[in-house]
């Protein structure tokens, strides 16, 4: 059996840090958490688990910070999570069986990450990340925001999946570590560019972003993901900004980074739905059913639009169209992969008034 040190970087997370080792503390064999400056409950929470506790001081470095956490661990293998990731019982299961009977030739093992999931336990994002890792391998995190690891060696991938459960609203911090970069005269690489122009969108700051997502989209060489959501966040910017055709020929290009994905087809039947163009819109939520959903991969998959949104939004168009058949053909087919659909409920509510009004004129 291998040996597993947790590490975490923490700050100001009285509201959910208990509930995420709540969920590992019987599975690891050493919990190490730096804190980079709470002043909050925090270290009273730590306090009441076998954590050894650290102080950091922060240098807006987010990898320096997981390098430190990553240094005071002695255990085979470090796990890395954050205070609002949890584990669920199914993987709390298959994690206990990995720790158990994992062969220590192994260096780096990947796990799905699983984001915005539903009551029903239904992730809307999931992608693969490098959670465990072999202490003397001495692996290290780069990048001072959104951070990673280049994974190297005996590389596995399992079905073990770690569930975001976000709390706290989105604040200022990356923008302000990235402006202090291009400040200090840092220049941003191809893959910082590229979270720059999020940043910056999610701020509304949209004629900046739109210069940092031309950068990055005019550069090969990163994630096939990364291009897809700079193409989407783009063309969404220019809908705001009222351009459509700059919008659906900024979805297009996504097409020179990699195969036909159902994120870009979805996001081009929305388009064309917004401009009444129904048929053609229908057309590419036709594609988006068609494509097989990726697996095991680093980049992320909107599991929603290889599923429920094109059947839900055909639907929609054919009813537009006076389709009713049609319409509710699509309708159910959203339903078996969301039967507790308010939207698909509803409609089927209204499409069946619209039947029996039918029948009984």
């Known amino acids: 059996m291998i040996t597993i040190s947790l590490c975490m970087i923490v700050r100001d997370e009285e509201e959910t840090i208990a509930r995420c080792l709540d969920t590992i503390k019987d599975i690891v064999d050493e919990i190490i958490v730096v804190d980079t400056g709470s002043v909050d409950k925090t270290k009273h929470i730590l306090s009441e688990y076998p954590a050894y506790i650290y102080n950091f001081k922060w240098i807006d470095d987010f990898a320096a910070a997981r390098n430190y956490s990553f240094s005071k661990a002695t255990q085979e293998y470090i796990l890395w999570l954050d205070a609002d990731d949890v584990f669920l019982?199914?993987?709390?299961?298959?994690?206990?069986?990995?720790?158990?009977?994992?062969?220590?030739?192994?260096?780096v093992v990947m796990m799905k990450y699983n984001l915005g999931v539903d009551d029903k336990e239904r992730a809307a994002c999931t992608y693969y990340r490098e959670r465990l890792l072999k202490r003397i391998k001495n692996f290290k995190w780069n990048d001072p925001v959104h951070e990673y690891i280049e994974p190297t060696g005996n590389i596995v991938t399992v079905d073990i999946g770690i569930t975001h459960r976000k709390l706290k609203q989105r604040s200022s911090r990356n923008l302000n570590i990235f402006e202090n970069m291009i400040q200090n005269s840092k220049e941003l690489s191809h893959r910082n560019c590229f979270y720059y122009a999020r940043e910056l969108n999610a701020n509304r700051r949209y004629d900046e972003a739109m210069v940092y997502f031309e950068k990055f989209l005019s550069q090969e060489g990163g994630f096939f993901s990364n291009y897809i959501d700079a193409c989407i966040d783009f063309s969404r910017i220019y809908t705001i900004k009222g351009d459509r055709k700059s919008a659906i020929k900024t979805l297009l290009r996504c097409f020179e980074f990699g195969v036909l994905r159902a994120e870009?087809?979805?996001?081009?039947?929305?388009?064309?739905?917004e401009m009444k163009d129904y048929e053609r819109a229908i057309s590419w939520y036709d594609i988006a059913t068609k494509l097989t959903k990726p697996e095991n991969t680093m980049g992320a998959v909107m599991h929603d639009f290889y599923e429920y949104i094109p059947y839900a939004s055909m639907g929609i168009c054919y009813f537009k169209l006076k389709n009713i058949q049609q319409a509710i053909k699509y309708n159910e087919k959203a339903a078996e992969?969301?039967?507790d659909s308010f939207v698909v409920n509803n409609n089927r509510?209204?499409?069946?008034?619209?039947l029996t009004t039918s029948f009984l004129i």
């Open 89 to 107: 019982e199914e993987d709390r299961k298959k994690l206990k069986y990995l720790k158990e009977h994992m062969e220590p030739s192994v260096d």
């Open 349 to 354: 509510k209204y499409f069946d008034s619209l």
């Open 264 to 273: 870009i087809c979805c996001e081009l039947g929305i388009q064309y739905e």
């Open 337 to 339: 992969f969301k039967p």
